[in-house]
């Protein structure tokens, strides 16, 4: 998985792009809510905000990185959990219309995804088996399949470089 090694670092480097504030002040000093709005100036993320768009070119990026990850290190099975846990914090930031809430709902679904899959692996291995989708992974992980991967999220933080800082 060379092509997603190249793609998790260029992730690393880029992740202070995303433009979201903690308020710990909304529900105490040790719980906050991380939001994508309200700038001095205003309205940080509207629809058509360029720094809005980074935030959502990021998170795609993000999430086509983990989801090549995911099908890389475990079964096709675990890997059909993980497109509930990769999909619930998209929904929720379409829902509130607000990437600063996929940052939140990444955190408690990799937890739960995660308490989940340990404690219940074997049973998600049985359970959720599916060949459709362990042909769809196979072919998924071919190298010309994995470079357009790479190019694609590589041209999305890019764009998350640039439009941060202009």
């Known amino acids: 998985m060379y092509f997603n090694f190249v793609t998790g670092l260029a992730l690393a480097a880029s992740v202070f792009c995303l433009g979201a504030i903690w308020y710990p002040e909304i529900t105490g000093p040790y719980s906050g809510i991380y ?20 935030t959502v070119a ?5 999430t086509i990185w983990n989801w090549i990850f995911v099908t890389g290190e475990f079964s ?8 509930g846990i990769l999909s619930a914090p998209l929904l929720m930031s379409i829902i509130f ?11 408690n679904s990799l937890t739960a995804g995660g308490v989940i899959q340990i ?8 359970k959720l088996e599916n060949k459709k989708l362990t042909k769809f992974i196979e072919k998924f992980h071919t190298n010309k399949v994995q470079f357009a991967l790479m190019v694609i999220n590589l041209v999305l933080i890019v764009y998350t470089f640039v439009a941060y800082f202009s």
């Open 76 to 83: 096709p099975s675990i890997s059909y959990l993980h497109i």
């Open 119 to 126: 404690a219940n692996k074997d049973q998600l291995e049985e």
């Open 58 to 62: 990021w998170v795609i990026a993000y």
């Open 97 to 107: 219309r607000n990437p600063g809430y996929w940052l939140i709902g990444r955190a």
């Open 35 to 54: 939001l994508a709005f309200v700038t001095e100036k205003g309205a940080l993320f509207e629809v058509t905000n360029i720094k809005m768009m980074a």
